[in-house]
């Protein structure tokens, strides 16, 4: 919305949330999510054609248009538990816009949801008229975080999902002229509102699936000999499949793929489709395998134990340049090492305090550090589960020094220099490739 206030600063946009709290976040010098260049949108439009208000009655009815950007997590309770969409704030969005919003306003489905979501909110919105009063569109976001502010300012495409008929159409062109102001025609697609819909689940499970197809083949790489990055480079160098997402690590994070994925799956099952819903569940699966086979390498590497010994995590976050730890795996790999009681200091530029609230309550020794150097000192391990570019450029020679021997590297993202480290005595454990070891 930042974005779209910066880009068409005669558009009067209004951001609203029932919680006050995050509002006045919104409002103040410190946003409440980290992302690159967003400070300085957001400074450019607040106060001007941007504003952040708790939601009233007016606000719903004063707007031409109404964006639903609502979370859609899996939930965690009832039919589809730990699979299926969680719908309620959804469907309480689409009750507040009936009682507040004038006819004839567009509602824009944001959100990621299962398929056919929009035909539902739409019953909801116009049960009561013969006509659609309130015509409801889809317009998946296709951003990553991170990289949010540029893939907004120059995306791969903008999808505009809308029902047949004059209504529908109207609607989407309303929504278009919008994006018009900044994109050229060709970047925006139109499609019905189930498609845009499937679409980006389909796009997200999609990515998933090379990911862990890289990673399933990590493992064989270990087993034989092979190096997963030569092998994903030779891959990738084929146009039909393209260099991108073929990075082998501890696995896929974030708040997107594995809730979509399982979304899929849910839906297949419901729809008695069980062979595809095991295709899908299958990508989830080896991303879970791949964390677990991380940390049992580590504990077979460090002599089957680490009881009471120092590992250094390097990295919290889901990817770099976030400071969202949601679905990391940084966690399961923090949660595996404490059941073996080991001894956590972690450090990450920026997830630190969501780390602490992750974790929170386990029981075991974990040290929240920004400064990777007092991370390492002492450690037995240092453990590279984000890659952020600054661990590439620290002092290796000074970590080693303050280290335990033997000391060992396991670089879950293959972010670092291998045989540099291995020169400086460290024994290094790469992901998908042979290790190096002094004996
Ligand atoms: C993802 C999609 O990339 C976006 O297109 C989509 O809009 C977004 O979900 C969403 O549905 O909102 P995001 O989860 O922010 O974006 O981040 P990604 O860059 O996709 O990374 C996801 C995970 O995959 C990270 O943990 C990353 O480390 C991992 N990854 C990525 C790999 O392990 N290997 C790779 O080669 C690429």
Not at 15 to 26: G, M
Not at 77 to 87: C, Q, R, T, V
Not at 290 to 311: E, Y
Not at 320 to 349: K, N, V
Request: with cysteine; hydrophobic share 45%.
């Amino acid at each position: 919305m930042a974005v779209i206030a910066d880009q068409c600063p005669d558009v009067r946009v209004t951001v609203v949330d029932v919680n006050e709290a995050r509002i006045a976040q919104w409002r103040s010098a410190t946003l409440p999510v980290f992302e690159p260049g967003l400070d300085e949108v957001v400074a450019r439009a607040r106060g001007r054609n941007l504003f952040f208000e708790a939601i009233t009655p007016q606000v719903l009815a004063a707007a031409d248009v109404i964006f639903v950007c609502v979370n859609t997590p899996t939930k965690t309770f009832g039919e589809g538990k730990g699979m299926a969409a969680d719908l309620q704030y959804w469907e309480k969005s689409a009750r507040t816009i009936l009682q507040h919003a004038r006819k004839g306003t567009i509602v824009v489905e944001k959100s990621t949801v299962p398929v056919r979501t929009a035909e539902a909110m739409s019953r909801i919105l116009n049960a009561r008229a013969d006509d659609e009063d309130f015509p409801v569109l889809s317009n998946p976001e296709f951003l990553a975080e991170g990289t949010a502010v540029r893939d907004l300012l120059q995306p791969e495409r903008v999808l505009i999902g809308s029902r047949p008929g004059p209504a529908g159409d109207a609607a989407a062109q309303a929504l278009a002229a919008i994006y018009r102001r900044w994109l050229p025609e060709e970047k925006i697609l139109f499609t019905s509102v189930w498609s845009a819909e499937l679409s980006k689940l389909s796009a997200n499970a999609m990515l998933a699936q090379r990911i862990s197809s890289i990673n399933a083949l990590s493992e064989l790489c270990e087993r034989t000999g092979a190096d997963v990055q030569e092998v994903s480079q030779v891959i990738g160098s084929d146009r039909r499949i393209g260099p991108l997402f073929l990075q082998a690590g501890v696995g896929f994070g974030g708040s997107c793929f594995r809730k979509d994925l399982l979304n899929i799956v849910y839906m297949c099952g419901q729809l008695g489709l069980h062979e595809v819903a095991a295709y899908w569940k299958q990508v989830v699966d080896i991303n879970d395998h791949q964390v677990a086979r991380f940390t049992r390498d580590i504990l077979a590497h460090l002599f089957n134990t680490v009881v009471g010994k120092r590992m250094a995590i390097f990295g919290f976050a889901f990817k770099p340049e976030t400071d969202d730890t949601r679905d990391s795996p940084a966690i399961a790999i923090c949660r595996r090492l404490l059941e073996e009681r080991a001894e956590l200091a972690i450090t990450d530029p920026r997830a630190l305090d969501n780390a602490a609230r992750d974790l929170a309550g386990l029981p075991g020794s974990i040290h929240f550090e920004p400064d990777p150097y007092a991370a390492a000192r002492g450690a037995h391990a240092v453990v590279l589960v984000t890659d952020w570019p600054q661990f590439r450029a620290l002092d290796y020679a000074r970590i080693f020094a303050d280290a335990q021997r033997p000391a060992f590297v396991f670089d879950g993202r293959n972010a670092l220099d291998h045989r540099g480290l291995f020169e400086l005595g460290f024994n290094v454990v790469p992901m998908g490739k042979p290790p190096l070891l002094h004996r």
